[in-house]
């Protein structure tokens, strides 16, 4: 079946480092890929995606390209806030089933 | 758009006792799920609705839990009898489409069963 497999965390940068949070996939067909960040205290958000090979998803400087020959969807900024410490979800969607979740990724960033 | 609302935030109870945990989705969404969130498993994807019937509720761990969805505006989660195992975060979300729709998440109900 589909899944997802995300580089375990915590990952602690300081303030202005450069995050990449690895995220590979297993699935039938051309699936949707997503990241979502978990704030504490709070319910995920959709935080990016792309729903097609060579798409680049961003938003709020968080950026992610779907590699389809690698099988890979990785996010990244270029320079982290204190504000961006969270948990981040890899997730994709074969179209007629739900999302698939990875297991989370922690970042602390410290100023 | 006030969010998916999900009442009550935290709920701690005793063994045995029946929890309930609501949700009202965002107005116009046709899709809710309900999931639940431990540090061991992460996220659990617990049963989705679709127009208020259920589609799929082969993650409920077992027949203790419950799910329903009387309209579009509510749903409910009923654990009955409750154990210490159970306690964790439980999440609704909802969406407006089919599996690539973004989902917009609760902000949860956080489960302790002494």
């Known amino acids: 079946g589909d899944s997802v497999t995300q580089m375990e965390g915590p990952v602690t940068l300081s303030e202005e480092a450069f995050l990449t949070i690895n995220c590979t996939y297993t699935?039938?067909?051309?699936?949707?890929l997503f990241w979502y960040v978990q704030y504490p205290g709070e319910g995920l958000q959709l935080l990016l995606k792309a729903t097609k090979a060579d798409d680049k998803g961003s938003n709020k400087g968080f950026e992610a390209t779907y590699r389809k020959e690698t099988t890979s969807f990785h996010l990244e900024k270029g320079s982290v806030q204190v504000s961006d410490s969270a948990v981040y979800f890899c997730a994709l969607s074969s179209g007629n089933t739900p999302l698939v979740f990875g297991k989370g990724t922690r970042l602390s960033v410290i100023a | 758009d006030a969010g998916v609302i999900q009442s009550p935030r935290h709920e701690v109870t005793e063994m045995g006792q029946e929890v309930t945990l609501r949700c009202k989705p965002i107005?116009?969404?046709?899709?809710l799920f309900w999931y639940r969130q431990t540090m061991m498993r992460g996220l659990e994807l617990l049963i989705y609705?679709?127009?208020?019937?259920?589609?799929?509720d082969s993650g409920m761990p077992e027949d203790r839990f419950s799910a329903k969805m009387p309209n579009a505006s509510f749903s409910t989660l009923k654990i009955q009898p409750s154990e210490p195992r159970d306690s964790a975060v439980y999440f609704c979300a909802s969406s407006s489409g089919p599996h690539n729709s973004p989902l917009h998440f609760g902000n949860g109900t956080r489960l302790t069963v002494t």
């Open positions: 609705f679709n127009n208020n019937v259920p589609i799929d």
């Open positions: 107005s116009g969404h046709d899709y």
């Open positions: 699935a039938t067909g051309y699936p949707s």
